[in-house]
């Protein structure tokens, strides 16, 4: 089953600089402190990632380049994942996975099974969640705001 971001399309959150900074530091407010290893799936989660790590502290900062959509929009059927951290730079830690929206919820529990097969204990954090849009039974730990809107970040401005 193919989803069409294009044939579909909901009404838009544009969302300024100013505003994710605000995003960034609620997020941080509800996750706390605890976390050694930050998790990013690329590309979308890097920018609210890099500030996230500033607000808790966090140094390990690695990346799982994941796509969920096709350059035209359409969705694979399963996340294309690209690249993963070794066992050994997972195994025994708390791992705080970062993606910006919870669209499907596809993407980033393919990361979460593939750091508890690494040994990691991952904590999941998103700026937007979409709990009708949803198809998995994990719900993110952490989240600002529920919305069924297509959240546009200002690093992703003119896509």
Request: net charge neutral; hydrophobic share 45%.
């Given at each position: 089953m193919t989803d069409t971001v294009s044939a579909i399309t909901p009404e838009k959150d544009f969302i300024g600089w100013d505003e994710l900074e605000s995003l960034v530091e609620q997020l941080a407010a509800r996750?706390?402190?605890?976390?050694?290893?930050?998790?990013v799936i690329?590309?979308?989660?890097?920018?609210?990632?890099?500030?996230?790590?500033?607000q808790l502290g966090i140094?390990?900062?690695?990346?799982?380049?994941?796509?969920?959509?096709?350059?035209?929009?359409?969705?694979?059927?399963?996340?294309?994942?690209?690249?993963f951290p070794g066992s050994d730079q997972l195994a025994g830690h708390d791992v705080l996975v970062v993606d910006e929206v919870w669209e499907t919820g596809n993407?980033?529990?393919a990361v979460v099974e593939r750091v508890r097969?690494?040994?990691?204990?991952?904590?999941?954090?998103?700026?937007?969640?979409?709990?009708?849009?949803?198809?998995?039974?994990?719900?993110?730990?952490?989240?600002?705001h529920e919305t069924d809107r297509w959240v546009v970040y200002p690093y992703k401005y003119g896509k």
């Open positions: 996750i706390g402190q605890g976390f050694d290893v930050m998790l690329t590309r979308g989660g890097m920018v609210p990632a890099g500030m996230l790590a500033y140094r390990t900062i690695l990346v799982a380049p994941v796509v969920a959509y096709d350059d035209v929009g359409a969705m694979h059927d399963q996340p294309v994942v690209l690249g993407t980033i529990t097969a690494a040994g990691g204990r991952p904590v999941t954090a998103v700026l937007h969640y979409k709990p009708t849009r949803s198809r998995t039974d994990l719900t993110p730990d952490h989240f600002v």
